[in-house]
């Protein structure tokens, strides 16, 4: 990648989004195009201290693709789409997730532009199927949500298509970090955790309804954004990446690992309380998910930056505490 280089970034103000840009912005990028939904939430906030060129509505893309003003544009990072698990409206979802994604793919690879997406761990459903990336076991995943589904379906396309040796897919995990807070309810637990913690000195976490995980003792890949956004720009930087790849750590911690860290950061004794899970999310819950990374470490991937305990301090110290934004402080 060269920093006069012109990259459009859809899905620019949003959680991952907003950092990728403010790593590109560390690296010497400026020349960016952003484009989002802004909406009435406080997203907008994450771009101010951002450095871009141009901002679009999302809207408004596939028009200035058609009337060819991003012709310049040599790099596509699409991360924009609606990430909410719990979105009923199953043809929003076609139509933003889906079919929004595959003219936006089309356009790229037609002008020999680099393509990079976000699909997502949620197309592999409970598990049952595994959790590899590649496209050899795709038709085997079941996703247990809509969202999943809508991700899922652009994959299955691509890989139709015989996109999948052009263009790369990102399938990140459970992602924490700074510029999340407009998420409202989609937030991180250690964004929701740390509120909990400063006002009560207590968390609540999900009761095991399975015999095999004690209570807190679920499992998840957490990955940090910082490093997220880090090997979303590894795996676009290396023309031989191509087709999906698991954006994760590669390990599996439990919730009381995630939150513990959180005490210590504020200096308090840890204290969990455990509540009844929603009947509501019972049937859908995922009770372990770990990255398979070996595909993203034989693109030369030497593993993420932070330890879960190293960033779980940098986002409540450095971004939590202070009320700031990346690009507010440099953090670690």
């Not at 699909?119 to 049952?128: C, R």
């Amino acid at each position: 990648m060269n920093v006069a280089d012109k990259i459009l970034i859809t899905g620019a103000a949003g959680f991952i989004g907003s950092a990728l840009v403010w790593e590109l912005n560390r690296r010497g990028f400026e020349n960016l195009v952003l484009s989002d939904v802004l909406g009435t939430d406080e997203k907008w906030r994450n771009l101010v201290p951002l450095r871009y060129d141009d901002y679009l509505d999302a809207a408004q893309v596939l028009e200035e693709l058609e009337g060819g003003s991003l012709e310049e544009v040599k790099w596509v990072f699409h991360l924009g789409a609606c990430s909410a698990t719990t979105e009923k409206d199953a043809g929003y979802l076609m139509e933003n997730n889906y079919r929004y994604t595959k003219k936006l793919a089309e356009w790229a690879l037609a002008g020999g532009r680099r393509f990079v997406y976000a699909s997502s761990a949620a197309t592999y459903g409970e598990g049952e199927a595994g959790m590899a990336d590649g496209a050899d076991q795709l038709e085997a995943y079941r996703p247990l949500n809509m969202y999943g589904y809508s991700k899922h379906l652009f994959d299955l396309h691509a890989k139709r298509r015989g996109w999948l040796d052009r263009i790369v897919g990102l399938k990140y995990f459970n992602v924490f970090g700074p510029n999340e807070g407009h998420k409202g309810d989609m937030r991180s637990v250690v964004h929701k955790a740390y509120a909990q913690i400063r006002d009560h000195g207590t968390v609540e976490l999900f009761r095991s309804h399975r015999p095999e995980y004690k209570d807190g003792e679920q499992e998840r890949d957490f990955v940090y954004v910082k490093d997220a956004v880090a090997m979303t720009l590894h795996l676009a930087a290396h023309p031989q990446a191509a087709g999906i790849f698991n954006i994760g750590t590669g390990r599996a911690s439990t919730w009381i690992e995630l939150v513990t860290p959180i005490f210590h950061a504020l200096g308090l004794p840890v204290d969990i309380k455990f509540i009844d899970m929603p009947e509501v999310l019972r049937g859908k819950y995922q009770y372990h998910t770990c990255a398979d990374v070996k595909r993203l470490a034989a693109t030369g991937w030497e593993g993420p930056m932070h330890t879960l305990e190293e960033a779980v301090t940098d986002y409540v110290n450095n971004y939590l505490v202070p009320d700031h934004r990346l690009g507010h402080t440099p953090g670690i």
